[in-house]
């Protein structure tokens, strides 16, 4: 199933298929109508992430690139150096709903051994308002709108780590020495 699901998304992008009509040609179809109708679904739903992607592709590649090289002309260190910075233990704050009550993680940084802080960057306005500085903040969307999580910016010594197509405004808020850089592999979906 799975490689018949592979091969039809890529003839749906080779093709630029947008639609496909399942015709029932034996009585095979209705004896295993269950599994016709499992396998039908399924290639729906790839026929459509294949036209969501390709549309998200359109819509962000060129921002992608243009992101790219205005990046590359700034001053970054690698990802690798990371460990410098980093402790032995490390807690990942995300945007989630739970990000909303912190007092897990308000205890948890009130031990004698604090774990370092990295945080995604959409959850910045709600530690800046809670008063929790991270160690490192990722970085990873190529749209400008990403760069208001870094506002209003409270912490000079933050580290960033960003994928190489972040917004460039986002990098520009850090020091270069507190730059650091890695660049994502994009794979290709199914």
């Given at each position: 199933?799975?490689?018949l699901r592979r091969r039809v998304a890529a003839e749906c992008r080779r093709r630029g298929v947008r639609r496909i009509e399942f015709l029932r040609l034996s009585g095979g179809a209705g004896v295993n109508r269950k599994?016709?109708?499992?396998?039908?679904?399924?290639?729906?739903?790839?026929?459509?992430?294949?036209?969501?992607?390709?549309?998200?592709?359109?819509?962000?590649?060129?921002?992608?690139?243009?992101?790219?090289?205005?990046?590359?002309?700034?001053?970054?260190?690698?990802?690798?150096?990371?460990?410098?910075?980093?402790?032995?233990?490390?807690?990942?704050?995300?945007?989630?709903?739970?990000?909303?009550?912190?007092?897990?993680?308000?205890?948890?940084?009130?031990?004698?051994?604090?774990?370092?802080?990295?945080?995604?960057?959409?959850?910045?306005?709600?530690?800046?308002?809670?008063?929790?500085?991270?160690?490192?903040?990722?970085?990873?969307?190529?749209?400008?709108?990403?760069?208001?999580?870094?506002?209003?910016?409270?912490?000079?010594?933050?580290?960033?780590?960003?994928?190489?197509?972040?917004?460039?405004?986002?990098?520009?808020?850090?020091?270069?020495?507190?730059?650091?850089?890695?660049?994502?592999?994009?794979?290709?979906?199914?």
């Amino acid at each position: 199933v799975e490689a018949l699901r592979r091969r039809v998304a890529a003839e749906c992008r080779r093709r630029g298929v947008r639609r496909i009509e399942f015709l029932r040609l034996s009585g095979g179809a209705g004896v295993n109508r269950k599994a016709y109708d499992t396998l039908s679904d399924l290639v729906q739903r790839d026929l459509a992430d294949v036209w969501n992607n390709r549309a998200t592709e359109i819509v962000l590649g060129r921002r992608w690139l243009a992101n790219t090289f205005s990046n590359a002309a700034l001053a970054a260190r690698s990802a690798d150096d990371l460990c410098d910075i980093l402790g032995d233990s490390v807690l990942l704050i995300g945007a989630g709903p739970s990000v909303n009550d912190l007092s897990l993680v308000q205890s948890v940084l009130s031990e004698s051994r604090r774990p370092s802080v990295v945080a995604l960057d959409t959850s910045l306005p709600i530690l800046a308002e809670r008063g929790i500085k991270p160690d490192v903040v990722v970085a990873m969307d190529a749209q400008l709108y990403n760069a208001f999580d870094l506002v209003p910016w409270r912490w000079d010594d933050v580290a960033l780590l960003a994928d190489i197509t972040c917004h460039p405004s986002v990098l520009r808020k850090f020091p270069p020495a507190r730059r650091y850089l890695f660049v994502s592999r994009f794979a290709p979906v199914l």
